[in-house]
């Protein structure tokens, strides 16, 4: 099966970085095959400008033919090359001027594939860029399927949901933030603690004088917090 997608984007990157490359429109349909298949290979490159201008290029080219970008790059999910598997997860970015609710359930359903990636490079894009993006810009879509996800019981999933909250995500939606994170309160696993503690963190701050009655209705978070603080003095 082909890679496949186009385009080009000097836009920021989940890093905060910028690509240093200028943005190109994305190619006419008839060379959409061909595109995909030379940014599958740019993807793969061991130039990191390189490989996040693949994925973001990746990004613009779904959103302006997006059954054909998807079918063309189902396989990149899956890919044995973990720097493709990035680039697919950076192209989930949908922006919310060229998605409507039917698109970005399918993206989710690509993050769902991604959620569960071993792999370091893509962990640290997955949850608090990408899927925490995605919420952040679809939260009536998306805050409902992280609960869904939540009750797996794989641990790059798991931990990957409650990164999802530490950032812009939980910053704004801090009372469902603190919902879903109480579905991991017992699961003592390092990296799944890790992230709850980070996001948990997080979405206390900006709930100010707001979040000790909140918290009263997650115990076990209340008590994570309590550590925490006795920990600092």
């Known amino acids: 099966m082909s890679r496949r997608t186009a385009g080009k984007a000097g836009e920021s990157r989940p890093d905060g970085s910028r690509a240093q490359a200028g943005r190109r429109p994305v190619h006419a349909a008839g060379d959409l095959a ?4 030379t940014l599958y290979t740019l993807a793969k490159s061991d130039n990191w400008t390189q490989r996040e201008d693949a994925g973001f290029t990746l990004r613009n080219l779904i959103e302006q033919n997006f059954d054909e970008g998807m079918s063309l790059t189902q396989a990149w999910p899956t890919d044995a090359s973990n ?5 697919a997860c950076l192209a ?8 409507d609710a039917s698109r970005a359930r399918q993206v989710l359903e690509r993050l769902s594939t991604l959620m569960a990636d071993d792999d370091l490079y893509v962990r640290k894009c997955c949850g608090p860029f990408v899927v925490g993006y995605m919420g952040y810009t679809y939260p009536s879509i998306t805050l409902p399927w992280l609960r869904t996800m939540g ?3 794989d641990l790059n999933v798991r931990a990957n949901v409650a990164k999802a909250f530490s950032q812009a995500l939980g910053k704004h939606h801090g009372e469902a933030g603190l919902e879903t994170l109480d579905q991991f309160a017992s699961d003592t696993r390092h990296r799944v603690r890790s992230a709850v503690g980070s996001s948990l963190r997080h979405i206390v701050k900006h709930l100010g004088v707001e979040a000790s009655a909140h918290l009263k209705r997650y115990p076990e978070l209340a008590a994570m917090v309590h550590a925490t603080k006795g920990r600092s003095r």
Do not use: I, L
Request: net charge positive.
């Open 34 to 37: 061909q595109t995909v298949d």
């Open 83 to 87: 720097f493709v598997r990035r680039a």
């Open 92 to 99: 989930c970015m949908q922006r919310k001027a060229f998605t």
């Open 151 to 153: 009750k797996s019981q």
